[in-house]
């Protein structure tokens, strides 16, 4: 049996991650900050922790990029990516043409700003800590009260569904990963993490950085940049490239990558994501023991 920790309250999408890398014996821990899941991964209070890493629409998920850079040594042994879909719902009995009241997380509202100024126009919105708290708050409103939530949230709490598929963006997205002691084993079809710093002042560092990956044949999959919160203009350069760590090519391109840099870190080596297709089920990128 593993414990996992997750961005709580249940009910969110965090949960949902947490529901797939978990078996019927495991059991959830929702904390309530993403450092919180780190910390409890890191003293034993966890077996594992789920952290949003990136959103299609938003963007990465910066603290989570900064406690990776900075402030724990765990590793990402699994990613998962699922969708977001936000539901409309309410207390059993209540119609759309009633609400007066819309409780939401400020980032799921503007989600779905086109269905809330169509279906919604006259409807005061209130600012909901998660998308689980805001159906909590609308079911104990007095007033004729809605939320933008989750399907979890809505089994959870025995709620209404009004709406479905809220969102504006039918295709977005969010990838979490999954933290701890190790990362996974080589299964050759991998993606490593990691970041790295280039000395400053020296024109085409990042290129020859770069050049590395290219020449060793290996895929840069994704690339972006945190200040190094040291001085400003100074970066941290953060990467996936495809491939596991172990392999030899890969090795010997990290170990090249590495004595060009002023600071390097790996953050793990997993199993690439694979999406669900017509004829096949979802499968995370491992299964955890």
Not at 127 to 141: I, Q, V, Y
Request: hydrophobic share 40%.
């Amino acid at each position: 049996m593993k414990t996992i920790a997750y961005l709580g309250p249940p009910g969110t999408f965090s949960e949902e991650a947490a529901l797939g890398w978990g078996g019927p014996e495991d059991q959830l821990l929702p904390l309530a900050s993403i450092p919180a899941v780190v910390t409890a991964v890191e003293t034993g209070a966890a077996t594992f922790g789920v952290l949003p890493l990136e959103n299609s629409l938003e963007g990465s998920v910066t603290t989570t990029l900064d406690l990776l850079i900075r402030e724990t040594s765990l590793r990402v042994s699994s990613e998962l990516v699922l969708p977001v879909r936000h539901m409309l719902a309410t207390r059993p009995g209540l119609q759309l043409h009633q609400v007066q009241v819309l409780h939401a997380h400020p980032q799921a509202l503007g989600q779905s700003r086109r269905f809330v100024e169509r279906c919604l126009p006259g409807a005061a919105t209130v600012a909901a800590l998660s998308n689980s708290a805001a159906l909590t708050d609308a079911l104990s409103d007095s007033r004729p009260a809605a939320a933008i939530t989750t399907r979890r949230a809505i089994e959870l709490q025995s709620a209404a569904t009004l709406a479905h598929d809220i969102q504006d963006h039918p295709n977005n997205q969010t990838r979490f990963i999954l933290l701890g002691a190790e990362d996974a084993a080589p299964t050759g079809q991998d993606r490593t993490s990691l970041c790295f710093a280039m000395p400053e002042n020296q024109a085409g560092s990042l290129l020859n950085a770069l050049q590395v990956l290219a020449q060793a044949r290996i895929n840069l999959t994704r690339l972006e940049s945190r200040p190094a919160k040291e001085m400003l203009g100074d970066y941290i350069f953060l990467a996936d490239i495809e491939g596991h760590r172990l392999e030899p090519h890969v090795a010997a391109a990290l170990q090249r990558l590495q004595e060009q840099t002023t600071f390097f870190k790996v953050f793990g080596s997993y199993p690439r994501y694979r999406p669900p297709t017509p004829d096949a089920p979802a499968r995370l990128s491992s299964s955890p023991s």
